[in-house]
């Protein structure tokens, strides 16, 4: 498997990645794909490249993308669901289903966690639903919970020590 920086145009593959990273509770209906044009998710990936600190990361098995992260500085009024501070870049993950459990998200992970420290990025941050077992991976490779909602905690990394 191959790990490496995304190309600009393989940009729409993070819209892919979003859908794949919205997460249902066991025994619910998948969401649609139109849910991807609603404005709260599609500042995910809309316009890649144009905002501060924009980074992705893919995997790539036998030339298919199977995976990535990716992060990015939202600025107000437009915080994401992770929003702790408009200097750390909140980022999302997703591994196609049969590639899961295999490391690749460690992987992934890892690659935009370094990268973001050669930049001085102080911390990252992400938001995952209470119910998701993604939390638990999570917190190993050192996010910790700073806010919580309802339904999701908010987690930092922090980069620099």
């Known amino acids: ?5 995304m190309h600009s145009s393989e940009a729409g593959f993070l ?3 979003l859908y794949e990273s919205l ?3 066991e025994g619910k209906e998948c969401y649609p794909n139109s849910v991807l ?4 998710l599609a500042k995910y990936y809309l316009n890649w490249g144009s905002i501060p600190y924009d980074l992705a990361f893919v995997a790539e098995e036998n030339g298919e993308l199977v995976g990535a992260v990716w992060g990015r500085a939202h600025q ?3 915080q994401g669901y992770g929003y702790i501070d408009s200097d750390i870049p ?5 591994v196609k289903s049969t590639y899961r459990n295999s490391g690749t998200g460690t992987r992934l992970l890892k690659l935009i966690s ?5 930049l001085q990025v102080r911390s990252i941050s992400l938001s995952v639903d209470k119910l998701n077992p993604a939390k638990r991976p999570y917190s190993r490779m050192g996010f910790v919970v700073v806010e919580q909602n309802s339904s999701d ?6 980069l620099l020590t």
């Open 153 to 158: 905690f908010v987690m930092r990394k922090d």
């Open 76 to 78: 107000p009024p437009h």
């Open 15 to 17: 819209k892919k990645m």
């Open 114 to 118: 370094e990268h973001y420290a050669t």
């Open 37 to 40: 044009e609603c404005p709260e």
């Open 90 to 94: 909140e980022i999302g993950i997703a």
């Open 1 to 5: 498997m191959i790990f490496r920086e």
């Open 23 to 25: 997460f249902v509770p």
